[in-house]
């Protein structure tokens, strides 16, 4: 059977949209960058909420885990709000922390996520630095 062009377009423009709502829901959490700053250093994250619902808080505690593999320190990063399917930039400056000395970043557990569940269960971790994300 052959598929008229016209037929043949309609299923090529509907297949991304097929793609994306086969996939399931996630919270994508990708380690950006890192910057040293004077006295700190900065972790940017790239954040994408795919829950199928807006985030209206998220907050993730985080182990900031040395090169030599000992604890650094445990912290809270607020990510704030993050609506579904948009992508948004977060940064955080550790005080005290110099980004040559960073070995992984632990994200530990959520400490709170208001407007989807499951927070945890769809975390999606990702890095494109020589720091590792893991979770």
């Known amino acids: 059977?052959?598929?008229?062009?016209?037929l043949f377009s309609c299923l090529m423009a509907a297949s991304p949209a097929l793609a994306e709502s086969d996939a399931a829901p996630r919270?994508?959490?990708e380690l950006n960058r890192l910057d040293?700053?004077?006295?700190a250093c900065r972790l940017?994250?790239?954040?994408e909420n795919t829950l199928g619902a807006?985030?209206?808080a998220l907050a993730?505690?985080?182990?900031l885990i040395a090169t030599d593999g000992q604890?650094?320190?445990l912290t809270l990063f607020e990510f704030g709000t993050l609506p579904n399917g948009v992508p948004r930039v977060r940064q955080f400056d550790v005080p005290g922390l110099a980004c040559e000395g960073l070995g992984r970043v632990l994200i530990n557990g959520?400490?709170?996520c208001n407007g989807a569940e499951a927070c945890g269960a769809a975390l999606s971790l990702s890095s494109r630095t020589d720091v590792e994300l893991i979770g």
Do not use: N
Request: net charge negative.
């Open 1 to 6: 059977m052959r598929l008229s062009p016209i």
């Open 27 to 29: 919270l994508s959490l």
């Open 36 to 39: 040293a700053l004077d006295g």
């Open 44 to 47: 940017t994250f790239m954040a």
């Open 54 to 56: 807006d985030l209206e």
């Open 60 to 63: 993730l505690e985080t182990v």
């Open 71 to 73: 604890v650094e320190r």
């Open 110 to 112: 959520v400490s709170e």
